[in-house]
């Protein structure tokens, strides 16, 4: 076949499915091609009957194309079928084209149709009313809900889908654009495949075509497209719109938009009523309204942050306004600004918040801060918060005025880079403490370095808070105690030197009452033996006063001893055993008084359980007391006698020492436990006795008193409590 | 009183004042209490004296005697050396402490020592002997 056809062909059609009727065309066409083509001599000359016929059945296929009437002229010889041949070719071409063209569109406009959902028909219009069957595009089938050509494209069958209520108004508005407008476009139901429960929304646009001439209505053309999702969508949005209006309104945050350009307000929420006091109304007469209420000092901010806004940024900014009563009101501002495509700020949108209650809880917070903060700084104790490293991190201004210091000197410091070398045994000390203890003080006294030179002591305690919430770390927390610890350093001093000198007189006390004892002792021993060996009355008389004035200087010596050890030494406090005591005390005296046997001397002891008291102490006063009794017993009586009667136990005891001895006169009670006192010239002692036994008793923390009659005997009463 | 009948052999009394030594001689012949009174002026001559006879069985002394406040060696002292001593001694001798010391210390030191039997306050008397014959 020649190539110019085979190309055309495959061109413009489908090679494997090309029409019959064209194909022996196209034979006859590339055979006279070929023929043209081929060099004369070598081709064979064709009979005019042969070019006779190809001559028609060009004609008849240019007629085919409704073009014939300039073929006839033409002549049959060879050129001039090629002529035709060619005309052949390209009235051929040209139908293709048009066709491959009709195709497009239709293919297209069948696209369009079911992406949009519409359906397109044509109803021929015989005297002004559809009767007939027309056309109707397949998706107007579907569009009904049914299968494309399953009813006939009538009229008739299209208003079963309408729905029965809207079938008459569909009927009104159509005749009515037959008679008189010549268009509609209206809106109805349609039930899909006739189910009522498939109901969905058309629109429908149809457009009459008259004839040009008469002016008779000729076919209506329109289109019917599904509304349904349309509609549902306007209706949600619609309702969503109802609703933000609500919201809009009820919401407390103002909403607001400025036109920029024109400075107007376009929108403003209802609530602004509420945080500003001032009607929606006020703002939009007044555009400035929202600036001039803001208070002087806050404008400046507010007029910074719109630098911002010009630059297309958003912002957020807080200030305060003044309400219409006059309330001050802290409030949020978050705008969106619009820029046009010149860059200009076209709109602002924005929402302002009452952020009052969030400011007065702020504030109140720093100020309690601020509190706290004075409160440490004014504290004469210096806190201080040290790292896990012994590095400060936080100290008090209180720390520098103690060592001069400033606060930003210290912190950064290490803690061994101010205490004393000294005291940094104490500062590891108190690491390895804290660590055994977290959460409990511990105590301290360090040194501290002085800026001006030299060392302050400070007395505290400091926490282990290293896994605290908010402050982790030592918290240190203490004082100058300088002028205590010196104090306490001289105290401490002198004491050592009180006891030294107390031991040093303790030791004085017995070496001398040893000393001054001893030589009384033998000369009392001597005396007594040189008594025993003369029966010379005036001798013995004076070897007897020579024995009571050594013995009185003995007892005073014993007092004295007494007297000072009972001032001096800690009381030892043990089960007192009343029966050993007393025997004790019996024994003792009978070497003091061996000249008076026939005085009685009762004990009565009643024990009720543990008593605890100094023994040797009571040893003291009972034997002071009982030697007493004895020494001024009255010798004129018939039956002299001296009675101790105890009852102990745990609570006390009550020691009772009678006699029935001289007696004291009343006007002396008050004086006899004075130091030194003695009541008559008479009296033997050393005037210690009675002072020594009261002060024994107070040691004691006991009490004393006294009944005492002359002539007739006198009788103490103590009572001692239990020190155990 | 019998002067034959005496209570204890030999009595060794320590002490360093020459007139306790004295008085101590007189009262202890006098009544009886030893047919022999041993004087030692020192703690130091008194061990000497019982170290030099142990083996002395006469010359040791059934009862000794002993003040507590002397020079060099006090009577605890002597105790503490006494301890050192052999028990044929430690077994004839009773030790009765004889000083002038008040203090109720010294009282107990003596008499929680298990070589002191008793003790007594000066003046040495003859009632006090009496106590110490017949305890």
């Known amino acids: 076949m020649n190539k110019e056809v085979k190309h055309l062909i495959s061109k413009y059609f489908d090679e494997d499915h090309l029409p019959q009727a064209y194909v022996g065309l196209f034979d006859e066409v590339s055979q006279l091609l070929e023929i043209r083509s081929t060099p004369k001599r070598s081709s064979p000359p064709m009979a005019n009957a042969d070019l006779q016929a190809i001559c028609q059945k060009l004609q008849n296929s240019l007629s085919v194309f409704g ?67 027309g056309y109707w ?37 159509v005749s009515k654009a037959i008679r008189e407008t010549g268009r509609y476009d209206i809106e109805y139901r349609i039930q899909r495949g006739g189910d009522p429960k498939q109901e969905c929304n058309v629109r429908e646009i149809g457009e009459l075509v008259r004839d040009e001439v008469t002016g008779k209505a000729l076919r209506l053309i329109g289109v019917t497209f599904d509304v349904s999702n349309i509609r549902n969508t306007e209706r949600a949005l ?54 001039e209420l803001i208070l002087d000092e806050d404008k400046e901010v507010v007029l910074e942050n719109n630098k911002r806004l010009s630059r297309g940024e958003g912002s957020q900014v807080e200030y305060r306004i003044r309400r219409k009563d006059g309330e001050l009101r802290w409030v949020e501002m978050r705008i969106t600004p619009t820029l046009g495509p010149d860059g200009l700020l076209l709109r602002l949108d924005g929402i302002i918040n009452d952020v009052t209650k969030r400011r ?112 982790k770390g030592y918290i240190g927390n203490f004082r100058d105690v300088t002028y205590k610890i010196r104090y306490r350093k001289a105290l401490e001093a002198s004491n050592n030197r009180l006891k ?56 005073f010596i014993l007092d004295i001893l007494d007297y000072s050890r009972n001032a001096r030494l800690e009381l030892k406090v043990h089960v007192v055993n009343f029966h050993q005591l007393l025997a004790d005390i019996k024994d003792h005296l009978r070497f003091l008084h061996t000249g008076r046997s026939t005085l009685r001397f009762d004990v009565n002891i009643q024990e009720n359980g543990d008593f605890g008291s100094d023994e040797r102490r009571i040893s003291i006063l009972l034997n002071n007391l009982v030697s007493n009794a004895m020494r001024y017993a009255d010798p004129e009586k018939p039956d002299p006698f001296v009675e101790v009667n105890i009852v102990s136990g745990p609570k006390g005891a009550d020691i009772a020492v009678r006699d029935n001895g001289i007696g004291i006169p009343a006007e002396y009670h008050e004086k006899i436990f004075d130091m030194f006192y003695r009541i008559s010239e008479k009296s033997t002692g050393s005037g210690l006795g009675l002072y020594l036994v009261k002060e024994t008793i107070d040691k004691l923390k006991g009490r004393i008193s006294l009944q005492s009659v002359p002539g007739e005997g006198t009788t103490f009463n103590i009572f001692l409590p239990s020190l155990v | 009183m019998d002067p034959n009948n005496f209570n204890f052999e030999k009595v060794m009394i320590v002490d360093d004042a020459e007139i306790d030594r004295f008085l101590a001689k007189k009262v202890l012949t006098k009544h009886a209490f030893a047919k022999e009174v041993l004087p030692q002026e020192s703690a130091m001559n008194a061990l000497s004296y019982l170290s030099e006879n142990q083996e002395n069985k006469e010359a040791l ?74 305890p």
């Open chain 1, 238 to 291: 619609v309702k969503a719109n109802i609703e933000l209006r609500k919201l809009f309104d009820v919401m407390e945050d103002v909403f607001f938009s400025i036109n920029v350009e024109d400075q107007r307000v376009l929108q403003m929420s209802p609530s602004c009523g509420k945080l500003y006091g001032y009607s929606m109304e006020e703002f939009f007469e007044d555009p400035d309204l929202w600036f």
């Open chain 1, 360 to 471: 007065e809880a702020e504030l109140a917070l720093a100020n309690s801060e601020l509190k706290f903060r004075s409160l440490l700084e004014n504290s004469n104790d210096a806190i201080t918060v040290t790292s896990e490293e012994l590095k400060f991190l936080f100290v008090t201004q209180s720390l520098s005025h103690m060592i001069g210091y400033s606060a930003e000197e210290i912190v950064g410091t290490s803690v061994f880079d101010l205490i004393h070398p000294d005291d940094h045994a104490t500062v590891n000390g108190l690491v390895d403490a804290m660590a055994n203890k977290p959460d409990t003080p511990v105590h301290f006294e360090v040194r501290f370095r002085v800026k001006d030179g030299g060392w302050i002591w400070c007395e505290g305690s400091v926490v282990n808070h290293l896994n605290g919430d908010v402050v």
């Open chain 2, 61 to 134: 002394p059934d009862l000794i005697f002993l003040d507590i406040n002397m020079p060099k060696m006090n009577g605890f002292d002597f105790l503490e050396e006494y301890k050192k001593l052999p028990e044929s001694v430690k077994k004839k001798c009773i030790i009765v402490m004889l000083s002038s010391s008040l203090l109720p210390e010294d009282r107990e030191l003596a008499m929680n020592n298990p070589y002191v039997c008793q003790f007594l306050n000066k003046p040495l008397t003859a009632d006090k002997l009496k106590d110490v014959a017949n």
């Open chain 1, 67 to 133: 073009s014939s009437q300039d073929v006839d002229e033409c002549g049959t010889d060879i050129p001039s079928l090629i002529q035709v041949a060619k005309r052949v070719k390209k009235e051929c071409a040209d139908r293709i084209i048009r066709q491959q063209k009709q195709l497009r569109e239709m293919k297209h406009l069948k696209t369009i149709q079911s992406l949009t959902n519409a359906g397109s028909w044509e109803l021929p219009v015989t005297n002004d009313e559809l009767c007939q069957s």
């Open chain 1, 137 to 173: 595009s397949d998706e107007l089938f579907t569009v009904l809900g049914i299968s494309p050509g399953t009813i006939a494209p009538t009229s008739q069958s299209y208003r079963n889908y309408i729905h029965p209520d809207d079938r008459g108004y569909v009927s009104a508005e």
């Open chain 1, 500 to 555: 030294k000198t107390n031991n040093e007189l303790d030791r004085f006390v017995y070496s001398v009452s040893h000393d001054l004892r001893a030589p009384l002792a033998s000369v009392l021993g001597l005396l007594e033996y040189t008594m025993s060996e003369t029966d010379d009355g005036e001798v013995l008389q004076d070897l007897g006063m020579m024995k009571g004035s050594i013995e009185k200087l003995d007892r």
